[in-house]
């Protein structure tokens, strides 16, 4: 459907803006873990800040934030320049969907996450956690 006589090769200029769509994603679940995640420089710094007291935890939590917005804003304006380089106003469009293709991951897990700790929860409170332990190592599901 994407092939006209004018521009025989536009099928793989607006497969080319879905992959830019893809990589921006990509990039965009990159740094929100490393702006996020115990394990990168940010949050440890932070820690660091909020055991000196509440107003060096303030100033770098506020300083945190604007600097882990500086990375998507520059990365997003890339995707929007290349994807309308390569194919005009729908190659935008192209790299949007591309860009959104995590959103359905995202939003799962993102409902996934309250139902499984609320269900952790009642099993703690109905002391059954040793029955379901046995239960999935009897099963396979998990080892000993």
């Known amino acids: 459907m994407l092939y006209t006589e004018q521009a025989p090769s536009a099928w793989f200029s607006f497969a080319l803006c879905g992959l830019v769509g893809i990589i921006t994603a990509y990039a965009f679940v990159w740094i929100s873990k490393y702006y996020t995640d115990y394990k990168y420089e940010p949050v440890r710094s932070l820690a660091l800040a909020s055991s000196t007291g509440h ?19 520059l990365i997003i304006s890339v995707a929007i320049v290349s994807a309308f380089w390569l194919g005009g106003l729908f190659g935008t469009a192209v790299a949007t969907m591309g860009m959104l293709s995590t959103a359905g991951y995202v939003l799962t897990m993102d409902m996934f996450g309250p139902i499984a700790d609320n269900a952790g929860g009642i099993v703690e409170m109905s002391q059954q956690v040793k029955f379901l332990y046995l239960f999935f190592v009897d099963y396979g599901i998990c080892s000993k």
Do not use: H, Q
């Open 55 to 73: 107003g060096t935890n303030i100033i770098a939590g506020v300083s945190l934030g604007l600097e882990s917005t500086a990375l998507p804003v």
